[in-house]
Structure formats: structure tokens, C-alpha cells
């Protein structure tokens, strides 16, 4: 039987804006950089970055909780002007953030 994949936990958030500001910097450049710039993208990640701060406020270290926490809420998002739904935005969220702690994300290592 496959062994689970271990939780993944974020060191305790001492500067959440900080933080927040990186993450909507980050994620709007992934999102530029995926397809093209489109002013949306800006919102998007603003919003995602919302979530991300919120979350950790509430001292929520848990990268799965973190990113099933930005999807729920980015379900109420309107990507009708966008090429990117809430599960890309999730997924990318949670890229960003194994590639800021150096965990390689290939091949579920």
C-alpha cells in the first residue's frame, strides 16, 4: 500500500502582510507569464493574497488547509474575464509556495 503524503506546514507567520505581498507579486507574475497579461490577473491574485493573509493570521500553517481555504473562497471569484478558474489559482498558490520553501514538487517527492 502507498504510504501518505506527509502534511506540509508553513513556519508560523511572523509578518502575514509581508508575506501576502510576496504571495499577490508571485502569483500575478505566474499568472502574466501562463498565458498573457490581462488586467484581471491583478484582482486575482490581490484576492488570492487576501485569503493566504487572513488564513495565516489566524495562525493556519498548514499548506493543504491554506490552499483548500483559497479555493473555497476564490469559488465566489468571477473568472468569467479570465483564462484561469480556482483550482488553477490553488494549485499555482501552492507552487509558489513549495518553491519559496525549496520542496521539490516533481514526482510527489
Known sequence: MAEPIPA???????QPQQE???LAASLHRWLDQEFIPEAINQTIAERAAQVFVRQRMEGENDLGSLVI?????MQGFDFSKSFF???AVANAVSDLLLDSLGI???CGQ
Request: net charge negative; proline share 10%; charged share 20%.
Open 8 to 14: 506540509i506546514t508553513l513556519p508560523p507567520a511572523t
Open 20 to 22: 501576502g505581498q510576496w
Open 69 to 73: 481555504a483559497i479555493l473555497t473562497e
Open 85 to 87: 478558474s480556482e483550482f
Open 104 to 106: 521539490d514538487r516533481c
